[in-house]
């Protein structure tokens, strides 16, 4: 089993920054990737940015060029540099986990095996 803990929301305005983290604990295997989803209520959760760790990269094109995911093997640790926050980034943001790496699929929220509790992002215009 895995175990996912999301850190570091909260509320900054239109163009602030903000740095989300995932420390997974538990049985990881040596490939995986990690993905961050965000998710509205009342609408599907949506992919954002994963990373394997063989390297790969994938980015949601809302936000290519404002967000950076990085991948620290040694912590199990996943990071989101978001910049340029805007309203439309504000939700509920989730770590998830799959023992395999990114997938073509990587948008698809059932091919993840573990899932953090999700952190707040609120941004004001």
């Known amino acids: 089993q895995v175990q996912l803990v999301e850190s570091g929301g909260g509320s900054v305005q239109s163009g602030g920054s903000l740095t989300l983290s995932c420390a997974a604990s538990?049985?990881?295997?040596?490939?995986?990737?990690m993905t961050w989803f965000r998710q509205i209520p009342g609408k599907p959760r949506e992919a954002v940015a994963g990373m394997d760790t063989t390297g790969d990269i994938a980015y949601e094109k809302s936000v290519e060029g404002r967000f950076t995911i990085s991948l620290d093997k040694a912590r199990n640790r996943v990071s989101l540099q978001m910049n340029n926050l805007q309203p439309a980034d504000a939700a509920m943001y989730f770590c998830?986990?799959?023992?395999?790496?990114?997938?073509?699929?990587?948008?698809?929220?059932?091919?993840?095996?573990?899932w953090g509790q999700g952190t707040q992002v609120t941004v004001s215009s």
């Open positions: 538990g049985s990881l295997r040596s490939w995986y990737c």
């Open positions: 998830a986990y799959r023992w395999d790496g990114l997938l073509r699929a990587w948008r698809d929220a059932t091919e993840y095996d573990s």
